[in-house]
């Protein structure tokens, strides 16, 4: 009789042990979704197109492509999830992040990609944002320094 005792003790543990791991590993993964979720687009933007620094408009990056605007936001999207997506009557699409601003512009048959810091891009291009975003990013940081004088790459 001890031994089926101790052999359902074993079970349990077994299950709890079981349960507890799968709980883990599903709070890793949601963790994991979420940061990739809210991860900045610059890298895979440097990676994926090309620098054209004759196109950079007050200390913001520019990229060039051949493909869309709307080829190039969904391949954006994909890598990194925005906060939100607009789009302008020109043709344009901008992405907001809680760190960063990425606005792709129809250029030359393909698309321009000016990507950098929030306050940075909010600040140049507030004609285009400034009616849909307010001038501090969303998620209450300012992860890059903010303030007078602060942030920025």
């Known amino acids: 009789m001890t031994s089926a005792v101790g ?19 599903g709070i890793i993964a949601a963790c994991a979704i979420s940061a990739s ?29 051949t493909k869309t605007p709307d080829v190039v936001a969904n391949e954006i999207a994909a ?21 960063d601003i990425v606005a792709m512009f129809p250029y030359n048959g393909g698309t321009k990609i000016m990507a950098d810091d929030y306050d940075r891009v909010h600040r140049h291009y507030y004609v285009f944002v400034g009616g849909w975003w307010s001038s501090s990013p969303p998620g209450g940081g300012w992860g890059r320094g903010g303030g007078s004088g602060g942030g920025g790459k």
């Open 79 to 99: 890598q990194s999830k925005p906060v939100d997506r607009k789009t302008g009557s020109d043709g344009s699409i901008w992405f907001q992040y809680s760190d």
């Open 7 to 25: 052999a359902g003790s074993n079970t349990k543990k077994i299950i709890w042990f079981v349960v507890i791991i799968a709980i883990v590993g």
């Open 37 to 65: 979720a809210n991860q900045s687009p610059d890298d895979f933007i440097e990676r994926t197109y090309t620098r054209a620094p004759q196109l950079d408009e007050d200390e913001i990056d520019a990229f060039t492509t």
